[in-house]
């Protein structure tokens, strides 16, 4: 894999971890307004910014994926969606403040693991 393929995917799995994490904070400021002040969740998530950024930024994240899948063995290229779940867990930890548990974390490390496991068998 060249360093514009691995450019491509690296920006495809962050730009998703991205799009979810806006997502899921425009969801729960929706689900919030919704308890405060009645009305729609779908309408309020419609109209919220952090919603519509994040499904752009999801989609661009879906053209990034395809144009890396055109350039890169799936077989290499699936494996880069691990590191999404860690940055997700990340970013729900520090942005979000969400708690995570010592398990959780030592999940995410597994699959860190693995996805070195699976990079450093392709170097050969």
Wanted: hydrophobic share 55%.
């Amino acid at each position: 894999m060249n360093l514009s393929s691995l450019a491509l995917l690296l920006f495809a799995v962050f730009s998703s971890a991205g799009g979810q994490i806006m997502l899921k904070h425009g969801m729960r400021s929706a689900a919030s307004a919704v308890e405060h002040g009645g009305g729609s969740i779908a309408l309020r998530a419609a109209t919220s910014p952090w919603i519509v950024v994040g499904l752009i930024v999801f989609a661009v994240s879906a053209v990034a994926w395809m144009s890396t899948l055109a350039r890169v063995p799936l077989s290499v290229a699936y494996p880069f969606n691990a590191l999404g779940y860690l940055l997700i867990v990340l970013a729900g930890s520090t942005v979000l403040h969400e708690r995570t548990s010592v398990w959780t974390w030592s999940g995410s490390l597994l699959v860190v693991v693995g996805l070195v496991t699976v990079m450093a068998g392709q170097r050969r």
